[in-house]
Every structure is written in C-alpha cells, then in structure tokens.
C-alpha cells in the first residue's frame, strides 16, 4: 500500500517506525474488541478503499494478483465494507495545548500522536474520523477506511486556531451525539479542568455504548516543575498572571498534581476508561511502542492467555 503524500504530520521517517507496531496494534484491537464481526458482503459487492501489504494471517484469496505480477511483492485488497470498527479521535485544540517547554508545544504533539494513531487505524483496515474541540467542536470529520482520509485529516490539523476552553463536558457531549455507533473513542488532551467536569463528558461517552480511550497529554514541565530563579506565570486561558519563586511552591505544587492525576485515573479506571499519561519529551514511536504493548498485555489478560 502506498503511503500518505504530502503530509505535515506523518514523515517518512515516523512511517518507517510506525509500520512496526501495525501487527502488534491489529493483535490488541482485535483482542479488544467485543461483538464486532466482518461484513458478510465481499468481493463485488463492495467499494474497493485501498491495498495494505500482506501480513501472516491474512486470508490468501485477498491477495492482489495483478499487483504481485507487477511488484513481485504480495498486496491484499481492502474493501469499504471490511471495516470492523470505528475509531474516532478527539483532539484538544485549546489554548493550554499551546505550552512548550521544549520544541514541540503539547498541541503539536498531539497533532503528531493523532495523525500517527490515524494511519495505524487505517492500516488495520478500520475507519477512522477526526474532531477538534476547544469552546466547542471547531471540526468534526466523520469517520472512514480510506487511506485518502489522511489528507483530510492532515488538512483540519494545520487549521487548528486554540481559543481558551472554560469546559470539557459540554465539548465532549456535543461530539457524543455526532457519533452514529459503537465505536472506539480516543481522547487527546492536557485535561487541565476539574475532574468532575472532565468525567461527565467522558462518562456520557461511556453512556453511549463506546470504548473510551483517554491519552493524558502534559509537558515535562508540567509534570516536573523544574523552574528555577524569578518567573512570571502567564495564563493561557484567561487566567490571571503569577510572579514568584517556583522553588517556593515547587512541593506543593507537585503535592497538587499527584493529587489531581491520581483522581483523575482512579476515575476512569471506575468508569471503565482506558488511561495513559504521555510526557511530550518522550519519542512518539517510544510512547506508542508503550502504549500499544500495554494494551496488548491487558488484553493477554482479559482473555485468560488466549489471543482473539
């Protein structure tokens, strides 16, 4: 299968190390996923979306003949209505998403993380959409199989202007209702709000029958508060600015963020969601190399040892 052309958040570099993981992230989601079956329609009757290259598994009568004559190399067709699941994709854009203390602000890395998530989905023949929240749902892309969305996709993301988001629940509500069936639902975000707030838009996900997957996005910063010296704390959603000593106020402040992170996870492990805190110094093939064998490994669990 050809990859996507002409993106600003997939190189061929992160390809590269992407396509690793795809085994390894079809084995966890079809470990995952509960009741999903395969279109009884095949073959003529349906759209033909895209080729993916052959992987053990693989059913043989799926390969791409024409194409191996031409490329002595095995493809397999993928038809629109081979689609197993829906996967949609909700990205913060708001105005705290925008912090860097490195190179990359947390807003570009979540930009990177959901266009790479994106191309695995599509490369394990299930359909994916996008949606990108701050005050309220600035973009909503339904979800599909195509390689093509990817375009699409990279497209919204360069779009992205934050405003400040006074709300989670509203946002993630709104969205709730634009999605049409059972789907996986993957949250990127920075989460700075109440856990209470943040768990009524999560929760009414969960309500909706959906599997709910919640990618924790914070800087080494945030998470270590190593400033040192005379700071100026300027707030990016409209809060007030602070001066002070962040030595001062460095134990109490991390005393603090324990305390909302561990709120915050023992929430969702209540609810049934999927947590995992992503520090954005960290490589992002690294960070979902991570993710994906941990998945892996509950989902070894879930199934008494036994992979779907």
Same mark, same amino acid.
Not at 272 to 283: A, V
């Given at each position: ?5 002409q ?11 992407l396509?690793?993981?795809e085994l ?6 079809e ?9 009884p329609?095949?073959g ?5 979306a895209?080729?993916?290259?052959y992987?053990?598994?693989?059913a043989?009568?799926t ?5 191996f004559?031409?490329?002595e ?34 807003l570009?890395?979540a930009?990177f993380?959901?266009?790479?998530l ?5 490369k ?18 339904p ?10 996709i990279?497209?919204l /993301? +360069?779009?992205?202007?934050?405003e400040p988001? %006074?709300t989670? $629940?509203?946002?993630l509500? #709104?969205?709730? *209702? ?12 920075d ?16 309500f909706?029958g959906?599997?709910?997957i919640v ?5 080494p ?10 700071w100026?704390?300027d707030?990016?959603e ?8 962040p ?9 603090? /963020? +324990?305390?909302?992170?561990d709120?915050f996870r %023992?929430?969702? $492990?209540?609810s049934g969601? #999927?947590?995992? *805190?992503?520090?954005?110094?960290r ?15 509950m989902s ?9």
């Amino acid at each position: 299968m050809d990859h996507p052309q002409q993106t600003s958040y997939l190189k061929p570099e992160l390809l590269q190390k992407l396509g690793d993981l795809e085994l390894v992230a079809r084995e966890v989601v079809e470990g995952l996923r509960v009741g999903s079956h395969r279109s009884p329609l095949k073959g003529f009757s349906t759209e033909f979306a895209h080729h993916r290259q052959y992987v053990p598994g693989d059913a043989i009568r799926t390969i791409d003949w024409r194409v191996f004559g031409r490329t002595e190399r095995y493809f397999t067709k993928l038809y629109e209505a081979e689609t197993n699941y829906d996967c949609y994709l909700l990205m913060d854009g708001s105005a705290s998403m925008t912090y860097g203390s490195g190179k990359v602000s947390k807003l570009e890395y979540a930009k990177f993380l959901a266009a790479s998530l994106a191309y695995i989905v599509l490369k394990q023949r299930d359909s994916v959409g996008l949606s990108i929240f701050d005050s309220a749902v600035r973009a909503h892309l339904p979800p599909r199989s195509s390689m093509s969305i990817i375009l699409q996709i990279d497209r919204l /993301l +360069n779009q992205i202007s934050s405003e400040p988001k %006074n709300t989670i $629940a509203k946002q993630l509500h #709104d969205t709730a *209702l634009m999605i049409k069936r059972r789907s996986f639902v993957v949250v990127i975000s920075d989460f700075l709000a109440d856990v209470e707030d943040i768990m009524l838009g999560l929760d009414n996900l969960r309500f909706s029958g959906h599997n709910v997957i919640v990618l924790h996005t914070l800087d080494p910063y945030e998470l270590e508060f190593p400033f040192k010296g005379a700071w100026q704390f300027d707030g990016l959603e409209n809060e007030a600015p602070l001066t002070t000593q962040p030595e001062r106020i460095r134990e109490e402040y991390l005393s603090n /963020l +324990n305390i909302f992170l561990d709120a915050f996870r %023992n929430a969702c $492990a209540a609810s049934g969601i #999927d947590y995992t *805190l992503i520090d954005t110094s960290r490589p992002l093939d690294e960070v979902l190399g991570r993710f994906f064998h941990e998945r892996e490994s509950m989902s070894l669990g879930q199934s008494g040892g036994a992979r779907a």
